[in-house]
Every structure is written in C-alpha cells, then in structure tokens.
Nanobody, 126 residues
C-alpha cells in the first residue's frame, strides 16, 4: 500500500520562504521520478505539476513561473523529496502535493495510476 505524506506548508508573507517535505512508502522510491504538484483554490483550477526530479536527482525540471525561486531535491535514503520555495508570491497560494511517477525513473510521464496524499496548504499573503 502506497502512502504519501506531505508537510511544511503554512502562512507566509510575500517574499518569504517555506520548505516542503514529502515522504512516500510502499513503493521502490529510488526507482521513480518524483513530481511536485499544486492546485490553486477556487473552482475550475486543475492540479498542475510544477517540478519533476529523476530517480538520482540528476535531472530536474520546473515550470517557468517557479524557476529561479523553487528548488526540488530528494534523499532516497529517507524516501523523501523536498521543495524549497523562496521569494513566495500570492499566486503561489495553493495546496501542494507530491507523487511518484507511475512508470518512469527518468522523467515525469504523467501517465498511469497516481497515489496522492492529503497535500499541504501554502498561503502567501500580500
């Protein structure tokens, strides 16, 4: 049984920083690419993947809106990935999730069955 646990969210002022953690058990953590996702509040907002890190951490990709501000990393010995968020903006307000890619170790295929946790809420005030 796959279990996903995100933590580290909270309320922060614009320009501040937070570090999110995500621990996943029940699968071969070191064999999977991992992604951070977020879903902004309000109807019609879909969950979007904001970063992806390969199994070794050697390849990392991020969406343009967080490049230069968010840093994704992982520690396979702890089955944990991290999202260091700097220079936070009000538009970063969202529920943040992590997930193991269902099929790939190198990239985020976004295909197959995902296992989701409860997420961790990040609120950035202006």
């Amino acid at each position: 049984q796959v279990q996903v646990q995100e933590s580290g969210g909270g309320l922060v002022q614009a320009g501040g920083s937070l570090r999110l953690s995500c621990t996943i058990s029940g699968l071969n953590f070191g064999d999977r690419a991992m992604g951070w996702w977020r879903q902004a509040p309000g109807p019609g907002n879909e969950r979007e993947r904001i970063s992806c890190i390969s199994w070794s951490g050697g390849m990392i990709s991020s969406i343009d809106s967080v490049k230069g501000r968010f840093i994704t990393s992982r520690d396979n010995s702890k089955n944990t990935i991290y999202l260091q968020m700097n220079d936070l903006k009000p538009e970063d307000t969202a529920m943040y999730f992590c997930a193991a890619d269902p099929i790939s170790a190198l990239y985020c295929s976004d295909s197959g069955e995902f296992h989701w946790g409860q997420g961790t809420l990040v609120t950035v005030s202006s």
